[in-house]
């Protein structure tokens, strides 16, 4: 799930992105990935990593490896300890 | 050359705090007094809450303008920053499986009681029952919370003599939570059941739960009367006040109040509230109310010795021999009394 | 100094002065003689009037008891609190700098405050955020040396509905070498006397600019935002930052975004789209000082 009440940020002179969340009043900059993992997320729908991985490997022009899957656990992890992501209810 | 006089107007802060159509009258400079000594005294929500009621003057100074949208920006930082850490907090417990309460400030902000508008907190207090406390602390470590660095003699203090485990501090945002499976001391004498405070609770959001009114109440008048430091008098007084005006609409919630008091066994306290709630704020009780809880009321040298220092150090005309003598009295609760002197002596030397 | 200002200054230990800096009324009250001097010395050609009011109330006061005679201590009190540790009465009149830097930096939310050292020339404003010890206050005295306008050694204020920048030019403190470096590029440079501040360094106060002063109520659009970094020994070189990265920085020096909420973020967000954005190294001031006249030339 998703937190509604974000800003993002993005300029043409680069790819990445920077977000801020006025809940947490934090400020994060995020690369052409992650936010598009957090896109892939935001849908309010129950998502697999495997999903998620397949996704990303497609749209990134990778293959969907071990490592794509650790980076993809990791950056979840990141994001929800940031509160950018929030935990379906149950 | 005569010292400068750089006090904070108390006096003013407690005339608006008990008169609140007065803040109507002051002047731009009489305003800006009242903001720093309610910012000093940590009721700057309060005030900004009083003063938006009434109008702001087309011919306010720029200045005053300037100085008024800092202070809302204050307020209504503290408040989303208090909200945050509650929010990380029920995160960091999802799914633990037992019931956790929030207390004192964090549940007036939580609960958007009046008490909780633009709330300067330092510390969340929540309340766990005492065999899911390792699960707590557990769960607190696993989201990037730790213990405090304690010297020996504090962390044997917290552990032995207080119902408080040290402090939890987050290592990046540098929260603060103070988990607690009671709400007075070990040591003390009176021991509030936990059970039933937990088994009352009201659920606001998420797992977020506080205590039921009556409960609120009587916690925040044994955190007044019971236990704690004087500099935060003048805010706990004005809690109660406008915990009491906020459920005391409703008839169930005296009945409620007089008959937890006395399961809880906290009717000195209740005898108290009643009487300087009324007594410093006009605050307004059911009169049955009152003369129930008269009776709870000690005998009286001890009464009027308890009104003079209350209200002196309320109103801060006391000398610090007063506040000392209530914050005395306060640990007199709480420790037995070879360990008194121990204990404070140790703190006074740390302070210089 | 008019006989208006002397008479003016002397109200200090009782009902105070209110003192005009950029945006802000400042009252300041003292009953110590360093701070009476202090503003005689550097303050003398701001708007000054008799008065009891303001943005913020500073006070600086002697110590209490034994510390007002015995190794005598001074205080700063700003709208009734007491931030600071007592300090050496000596340093009573610098402090008042350090006071203000706490008022503008948390206690002015009506403006987003970046901690950075801002110049202009030509309408358009130079900012080089960076935190506080990073030789920005020097950079920033050799380019006032050079013809630009001051604004600040320590913030940029920016309008939040507007995105202009405010100044607010103030003495500028300068430490250990720098305080030789800038006497050399600048002879008719005017500091106040040298002390040492509560860490042991060597300090001074360099005098804004009179024209500086004069036009502090010149607000103006940003131009440029540059982070500089002082690497001794290396060669001066300036990159562009991508501005993702150059909005990371600004929003890193600024401790008060947040209290503006979402139009505090947003504001520097457009700060960094509207300006270019570059990073700097530096050893050599004069090629540095030339390296941002060209770059700030187009």
Redo the contacts between chains.
Sequence with gaps: MVAKQLIWTHYDDGDEWVVYDPFSADIHLLTASARLLWTLVSDEQPHTIHDLVVTLAAELGRSPDDELTAVTRETLSSMDRAGLLRPMPS | ????D???DLRLLVRVLRNPQQLQDLS??EF??AI??A??SRLLGWLLAHADAGQVSPEC?Q??N??V??AR??A??YE??I??EI??LN?AF?GVGFRWVLLKGAAYVAAALPPGRGRRVADIDVLVPQEHLVKAETALRE??WEFAELDAYDARYYREWMHELPPMVHSERRSVIDLHHAILPQSSRLHPSSARLLERSIPISDDVRVLCPAHMVLHAAAHLFHDGEIAGAIRDVVDLDGLLRCFGNDPEFWSDFVREARALQLTRPAYYAVRYADRLLATPVRSDVVSETSAWGPVSPVRWLMDALVEKTVHGRGTPAAALALYIRSHWLRMPPFLLLRHLLRKSVRRS | MSPATRSILSLLGTRGVQVAIGPFLVHVRSELTGVRDYLERFYDDFPMAEGGEGHFDLAVVAGRGMRRWVRPQASIVINGARPFLPLPALLAGASMEWGMNWCVGRSAHHWVAVHAAVVERGGRVLILPAPPGSGKSTLCAALVCAGWRLFSDEFALIDPDSGRVLPIPRPISLKEASIEVIRRRDPQVVFGPEAHDTEGSRFVHMRPPSDSVRRADESARPGWVIVPRFMAGKPTTLERLPKAQALMQVTDQSFNYNYLGPKGYTCLAELVRETDCYRLEYSDLDEVLALLARVTAS
């Design positions: 050359m005569p010292r400068l750089v006090a904070l731009p400079r800006s007094r720093d000594a910012e000093q100074p200045w005053l300037d100085r949208t800092t920006a204050r209504r930082e989303r920053s909200r945050w929010d990380r995160r999802l989201h990037g």
